[in-house]
């Protein structure tokens, strides 16, 4: 999953799931040295369904490892868990 991260005038789009060291990374990459707060956004181009197109195009603030760890659920979950979470979202 590609998530787009902005802090002030810094903006990147990195893939997740990372691990510590590249959480950290992405950190550096926005300057952002005194806490792990930032603005994100799912980049969800590549995935189709309907978890991540109403994820799409909004804006959130959260610590860093939040984004990280729903996308490192979503990885685990697979196919077969989205299809049933998009089953009971429409529901």
């Known amino acids: 999953m590609r ?3 902005k802090n002030r005038n810094c903006e990147l789009t ?3 799931p990372k691990n510590q060291f ?3 990374d992405a950190l550096d990459r926005l300057h952002q ?3 792990r707060n930032v603005l994100f956004r799912f980049d969800c181009d ?3 369904n309907i978890l991540s197109l109403e994820l799409s195009g909004k804006e ?3 610590d860093l490892c939040r984004p990280n ?3 490192e659920r ?3 979950i697979g196919l077969a868990g989205i299809c049933k979470a998009e089953s009971g979202y429409r529901v």
Do not use: P, R, W, Y
Request: proline residues 0%.
């Open 3 to 5: 998530i787009h991260l």
């Open 14 to 16: 990195e893939d997740f």
């Open 22 to 24: 590249g959480l950290q």
């Open 33 to 35: 040295s005194e806490n």
């Open 46 to 48: 590549t995935e189709k």
């Open 60 to 62: 959130f603030q959260a």
């Open 69 to 71: 760890v729903f996308a």
């Open 74 to 76: 979503l990885e685990t």
